[in-house]
C-alpha cells in the first residue's frame, strides 16, 4: 500500500495535513495552517524538500526520545516527526518520509 497526505480540518476553521506511510502510521503531522491553500502549499512543500536531507532537523525531546523536523528552504517548519525510541527508528521515519514525499492527498475538509 502507497503512502499518503491526508488533509484534515482543525480547530477554527484551520487545516493540517499528516503524512501517513503504506502501513498507515504517520510519519509527519504538519503545523496548522489559516487556509486549505496555505496546507496544500506545505504538502507541496514535503514534496519538495523531502529528498534534502539538509532539511531535516533531528532533535531530542526533553524526555529523551528522538524526532525531527522537516524544514523547508526558508528554515520554516513544515512537519514534525512523533516521538521514536531509538534514532535508528527516527532515521527509518526519515526514509519512509523521504519515500512517500510525492504520495497523493487524501482531502478529508468536504
Same mark, same amino acid.
Given at each position: 500500500m502507497a503512502g499518503k497526505?491526508?488533509?484534515?480540518? *482543525? $480547530?477554527?476553521?484551520?487545516?493540517?495535513f499528516n503524512l501517513r506511510a503504506g502501513n +498507515? !502510521? /504517520?510519519v509527519?503531522?504538519?503545523?496548522t495552517y489559516n487556509t486549505k491553500k496555505a496546507a496544500e502549499n506545505g504538502i507541496a512543500?514535503?514534496?519538495?524538500?523531502?529528498?534534502?536531507?539538509?532539511?531535516?532537523?533531528?532533535?531530542? *525531546? $526533553?524526555?529523551g526520545k528522538p524526532?525531527?523536523?522537516l524544514k523547508a528552504?526558508? +528554515? !520554516? /517548519?513544515i512537519g514534525k516527526s512523533q516521538m521514536y525510541s531509538s534514532n535508528?527508528?527516527?532515521e527509518k521515519g526519515i526514509a519512509s518520509v523521504k519515500n512517500n514525499g510525492a504520495a497523493k492527498v487524501d482531502d478529508q475538509t468536504k
Amino acid at each position: 500500500m502507497a503512502g499518503k497526505f491526508v488533509l484534515n480540518n *482543525a $480547530k477554527g476553521g484551520k487545516f493540517r495535513f499528516n503524512l501517513r506511510a503504506g502501513n +498507515g !502510521q /504517520v510519519v509527519l503531522t504538519s503545523e496548522t495552517y489559516n487556509t486549505k491553500k496555505a496546507a496544500e502549499n506545505g504538502i507541496a512543500s514535503v514534496g519538495k524538500n523531502c529528498g534534502n536531507d539538509k532539511c531535516y532537523d533531528r532533535k531530542i *525531546a $526533553k524526555n529523551g526520545k528522538p524526532y525531527f523536523n522537516l524544514k523547508a528552504g526558508n +528554515g !520554516q /517548519v513544515i512537519g514534525k516527526s512523533q516521538m521514536y525510541s531509538s534514532n535508528a527508528a527516527m532515521e527509518k521515519g526519515i526514509a519512509s518520509v523521504k519515500n512517500n514525499g510525492a504520495a497523493k492527498v487524501d482531502d478529508q475538509t468536504k
